[in-house]
């Protein structure tokens, strides 16, 4: 499969999604608002794969992550199926899909920064690149965690699912604590391949 059918099978993958996503969802203000990052993304990527096209590894990401919003964006994080029949069948606290969100927030963006600092940058694989790396995706988990804030302040109770805080006073730092285990686990597991991909587009 080349690079061509490679990202076309993505896009109908992300299509399908995007669809079925946008079909009577739970409430559509929210539905807009836990898709956003996709709809800004999306032509993002279109407008720069010209001059910069990324690896396989950070498309595969991107989507794993765009699908993870669009699901929480058409059920709310609080009340994803799957993962409330987990936590009633567990006796579990709430509904953990938010917090597989929030992992994601960190593990996908995680790779995306490694990947433009290696090839816009003078940094090399290493520590600092790891540190930096981290630092990038506790940032974009912060800045998300304010963004949640002001929606709250400017619209009130039809934010509270937008939050998705579920009852628990440290939400949000399980939020950034999450997306830093995902910027690490990232870079511990997928380095090797990515580093390899990287290797095979710049030739």
């Known amino acids: 499969?080349?690079?061509?059918?490679?990202?076309?099978?993505?896009?109908?993958c992300f299509a399908t999604v995007f669809v079925w996503s946008a079909i009577q969802p739970h409430d559509y203000f929210i539905w807009f608002l836990e898709v956003f990052p996709v709809l800004v993304g999306l032509p993002?990527?279109?407008?720069?794969?010209?001059?910069?096209p990324l690896t396989r590894l950070v498309y595969a990401l991107i989507l794993l992550h765009a699908i993870i919003l669009l699901v929480g964006g058409h059920y709310?994080?609080?009340?994803?199926?799957?993962f409330s029949w987990l936590r009633d069948y567990y006796?579990?606290?709430?509904?953990?899909?938010?917090?597989?969100?929030?992992?994601?927030?960190?593990?996908?963006?995680?790779?995306?920064?490694?990947?433009?600092?290696?090839r816009t940058s003078p940094l090399k694989t290493g520590k600092w690149l790891f540190f930096i790396v981290v630092c990038i995706c506790l940032a974009i988990s912060a800045f998300y965690e304010c963004i949640e804030w002001w929606v709250a302040l400017a619209s009130g109770s039809d934010?509270?699912?937008?939050?998705?805080?579920?009852?628990?006073?440290?939400d949000t730092?399980?939020?950034?604590?999450?997306a830093l285990l995902g910027a690490i686990f990232a870079q511990v597991f997928l380095a090797k391949i990515h580093d390899r991909q990287m290797v095979q587009l710049q030739r």
């Not at 499969?1 to 109908?12: A, G, I, P």
């Not at 934010?159 to 440290?170: E, I, K, P, S, Y």
């Open 1 to 12: 499969m080349n690079d061509r059918q490679y990202l076309t099978w993505l896009l109908v």
């Open 44 to 52: 993002l990527l279109m407008v720069t794969y010209a001059k910069f």
């Open 76 to 82: 709310t994080y609080a009340e994803m199926p799957l």
């Open 91 to 118: 006796g579990l606290d709430r509904n953990y899909y938010d917090r597989l969100g929030h992992v994601a927030q960190g593990f996908v963006p995680a790779i995306i920064a490694r990947e433009i600092l290696l």
């Open 159 to 170: 934010a509270v699912a937008f939050l998705a805080t579920q009852g628990d006073v440290w």
């Open 173 to 178: 730092q399980w939020d950034m604590f999450l």
